[in-house]
């Protein structure tokens, strides 16, 4: 008995001197099963939520992160179902074959060249209007607007029509959808540029900056979305897009202010996903799906996290500090997790978040299917045609007296607001939130008041809410007036800075007297201004 209990002891005692060898750094001990030590690498024990966000995304978590995702930090305890946590439970992807890359680390070249071309042509613009006197009245071919389009759709032509008519279903998609909805264009490629019938995509994204009145946040998004768009067509322009479709998560403002001057819709902090697709040598779609943001009005924002998750779940890397960022980065998906288009994509995205329709709460028994949803949206689309002919025909009635970019723009949305908030009436499938909350109220009067047959009452409460109604599909109107002189991007001191410096200061600057640009070669002072001739010296 005695040495039974010696020989129990030493093997206890060789255990210990084993456990005090061992790099515990690298391994912990595991079972003892039949007197055998198992040993479990580090790399494979179960993490906390915590340990997993640090080796998801290269670190603890930033405060920016835990602003996008407070839930999976509580004064540092994890609780419940958070992001992170999903992402433990769901298969991760096996194969780097399919991984998800972004753009500027994949084709460093073509990113480079898009950014250079933007830049070029931000100059470009800047020297052309470097003196505005009066608003812009007529517009070339290099500078094709809705305006253009307009007048030259009044005289038959038939390309110029159907550009206005893409218009006003865009107009309308992006005034009535906010969240759960998509659509699809087919793209022309002609010259390596990217367009719609007929016009350059990249010119008329450039006109916001021409156009628009932009604070710094609007200003850097749509610089930022026009070289996106120079990066497509740099893309395009290689083997990339033969194997992978590039897809851009356009994520809500931050900025409380931007938000409530631009229009954003706050209920559901709407996240854009676009994705372009190239399905032969000159076949090119592009697909946007809306999702929101948050799962419901009161929730926080997930939308920058699900991103992060997403693509890293994907063998990726991408971090969003700001909702800016995803605007920056474009993400290479292959086409094997793009079969079915962006609705893949959405799916993707919902699965990250948990218990969510295109981003929107949704309980356990209702319906998902993702097929049949976009089906509907197509629908959709082609049931608001009679509206779009309603506008269009309003529209061309009023072009004579119709003369600034400006102008067309915004008549073409007021007129699509109008007749929209007259539909919604009638139709409980429109949220009638879009038009703000006191045209909202009127509008669930009125379906009220229809609902009894109550006509005269019903119209009066429509006149109402026509009158209250605050809609956006597009920043043109930020700030609440139209664009002035001194309020397009290239009136904005921010644009002076791509010209560069010296030991003198900026090589460009605005002439005190005629706001012409003058641009000066390197450490040489100009004593005149190069348009006016106003002595410039100080």
Same mark, same amino acid.
């Given at each position: 008995?005695r $040495?039974?209990?010696l020989?129990?002891?030493?093997?206890?005692?060789r #255990?210990f001197l084993l456990?005090?060898s061992?790099d515990?750094?690298?391994?912990?001990?595991?079972l003892?099963?039949?007197?055998?030590?198992?040993?479990i690498?580090?790399?494979k024990?179960?993490?906390s939520?915590?340990?997993?966000?640090?080796t998801t995304y290269?670190?603890?978590p930033?405060?920016?992160?835990?602003? @996008?995702?407070p839930?999976v930090?509580?004064l540092g305890?994890?609780? !419940?179902?958070?992001?992170?946590?999903q992402l433990e439970t769901?298969?991760?992807?096996?194969?780097t074959?399919?991984?998800?890359?972004l753009?500027?680390e994949?084709e460093?070249g073509?990113?480079?060249?898009?950014?250079? %071309?933007t830049?070029?042509?931000?100059?470009?613009?800047a020297? !052309?209007?470097?003196?505005v006197?009066? +608003?812009v009245?007529?517009c070339?071919?290099?500078?094709?607007?809705l305006?253009s389009?307009? @007048?030259?759709?009044?005289?038959g032509?038939s390309?110029?029509?159907?550009?206005l008519?893409i218009?006003a279903?865009t107009n309308v998609? &992006?005034l009535?959808h906010k969240?759960g @909805?998509q659509t699809k264009?087919?793209l022309?490629i002609?010259?390596?540029?990217?367009?719609?019938?007929g016009k350059?995509?990249?010119?008329?994204?450039?006109?916001a900056?021409?156009? $628009?009145?932009l604070n710094d946040?609007?200003?850097?998004r749509?610089?930022q979305?026009l &070289?996106n768009?120079h990066t *497509?067509?740099?893309?395009?322009?290689?083997?990339?897009l033969?194997?992978h479709?590039a897809?851009?998560f356009s994520?809500?403002?931050?900025d409380?202010?931007? !938000? %409530?001057?631009?229009?954003f819709?706050?209920e559901?902090?709407?996240?854009? #996903?676009q994705l372009?697709s190239?399905q032969?040598?000159?076949s090119v779609s592009l697909e946007?799906?809306?999702v929101?943001?948050k799962?419901?009005?009161?929730?926080?924002?997930?939308?920058a996290a699900?991103?992060e998750a997403?693509v890293s779940?994907?063998?990726?890397a991408?971090?969003l500090?700001? /909702?800016e960022? /995803?605007?920056?980065?474009i993400v290479l998906v292959?086409?094997?997790?793009?079969?079915?288009?962006v609705?893949?994509?959405?799916r993707?995205?919902?699965?990250?978040v948990?218990?969510? *329709?295109y981003?929107?709460q949704?309980?356990e028994?209702?319906p998902?299917d993702?097929?049949a949803?976009?089906?509907?949206?197509?629908?959709k689309?082609?049931?608001f045609d009679?509206?779009v002919?309603e506008?269009?025909?309003?529209l061309?009635?009023?072009?004579?007296?119709i003369?600034t970019p400006?102008?067309a723009?915004?008549?073409?949305?007021?007129?699509t607001?109008?007749?929209?908030?007259?539909?919604?009436v009638n139709?409980?499938d429109?949220? &009638?939130?879009v038009f703000?909350r006191q045209?909202a109220?009127?509008i669930?009067a009125a379906r009220?008041?229809?609902?009894?047959?109550?006509?005269?009452?019903?119209t009066q409460?429509l006149? %109402?809410a026509v009158e209250?109604?605050? $809609?956006?599909s597009? +920043?043109?109107?930020g700030?609440g007036?139209?664009?002035?002189?001194g309020?397009?991007?290239?009136?904005n001191d921010?644009l002076?800075?791509?010209f560069g410096?010296?030991?003198?200061?900026?090589l460009a600057f605005?002439c005190?007297?005629?706001?012409?640009?003058n641009?000066?070669?390197?450490?040489?002072?100009i004593?005149?201004?190069?348009?006016?001739?106003?002595?410039?010296?100080?």
């Amino acid at each position: 008995m005695r $040495s039974m209990r010696l020989r129990w002891l030493l093997g206890i005692r060789r #255990i210990f001197l084993l456990w005090c060898s061992l790099d515990v750094s690298h391994i912990r001990l595991g079972l003892l099963l039949k007197e055998k030590i198992h040993l479990i690498p580090k790399c494979k024990r179960e993490k906390s939520p915590i340990q997993q966000f640090s080796t998801t995304y290269g670190g603890l978590p930033s405060r920016s992160e835990i602003r @996008h995702a407070p839930s999976v930090f509580l004064l540092g305890i994890h609780h !419940k179902k958070t992001m992170i946590t999903q992402l433990e439970t769901q298969p991760e992807k096996l194969s780097t074959k399919n991984t998800w890359q972004l753009a500027h680390e994949l084709e460093s070249g073509a990113v480079e060249a898009a950014r250079q %071309k933007t830049q070029n042509f931000l100059r470009k613009l800047a020297l !052309k209007h470097s003196v505005v006197v009066e +608003p812009v009245t007529e517009c070339d071919e290099q500078s094709p607007t809705l305006l253009s389009a307009l @007048h030259a759709a009044n005289t038959g032509d038939s390309q110029a029509a159907e550009s206005l008519r893409i218009n006003a279903q865009t107009n309308v998609a &992006e005034l009535l959808h906010k969240a759960g @909805h998509q659509t699809k264009v087919e793209l022309d490629i002609k010259n390596g540029r990217l367009g719609q019938s007929g016009k350059s995509l990249a010119d008329i994204q450039a006109n916001a900056l021409r156009y $628009s009145k932009l604070n710094d946040i609007m200003q850097q998004r749509t610089m930022q979305e026009l &070289e996106n768009v120079h990066t *497509f067509e740099e893309l395009l322009g290689g083997e990339v897009l033969d194997t992978h479709d590039a897809v851009v998560f356009s994520l809500s403002p931050e900025d409380e202010q931007t !938000k %409530k001057e631009y229009g954003f819709f706050t209920e559901t902090e709407t996240c854009s #996903i676009q994705l372009l697709s190239k399905q032969g040598a000159d076949s090119v779609s592009l697909e946007t799906a809306l999702v929101a943001g948050k799962a419901h009005p009161t929730a926080l924002r997930h939308d920058a996290a699900a991103v992060e998750a997403l693509v890293s779940r994907n063998g990726g890397a991408i971090q969003l500090d700001n /909702s800016e960022d /995803s605007l920056r980065q474009i993400v290479l998906v292959p086409k094997e997790d793009t079969v079915n288009g962006v609705t893949d994509i959405v799916r993707a995205y919902d699965e990250v978040v948990g218990g969510v *329709f295109y981003g929107q709460q949704v309980g356990e028994q209702e319906p998902r299917d993702y097929f049949a949803h976009a089906a509907d949206c197509q629908a959709k689309n082609a049931s608001f045609d009679v509206i779009v002919d309603e506008v269009l025909t309003q529209l061309l009635r009023e072009a004579p007296t119709i003369t600034t970019p400006t102008e067309a723009t915004k008549r073409l949305h007021k007129l699509t607001e109008q007749a929209l908030v007259k539909r919604a009436v009638n139709d409980n499938d429109i949220d &009638e939130r879009v038009f703000g909350r006191q045209a909202a109220a009127y509008i669930t009067a009125a379906r009220q008041e229809v609902r009894t047959g109550n006509t005269a009452k019903s119209t009066q409460l429509l006149q %109402k809410a026509v009158e209250t109604a605050v $809609s956006s599909s597009c +920043p043109m109107f930020g700030g609440g007036s139209e664009a002035k002189t001194g309020d397009s991007l290239i009136e904005n001191d921010p644009l002076l800075a791509l010209f560069g410096e010296d030991k003198y200061g900026s090589l460009a600057f605005r002439c005190p007297r005629s706001n012409c640009l003058n641009v000066r070669d390197p450490n040489q002072l100009i004593t005149h201004c190069q348009g006016c001739g106003t002595d410039v010296r100080c």
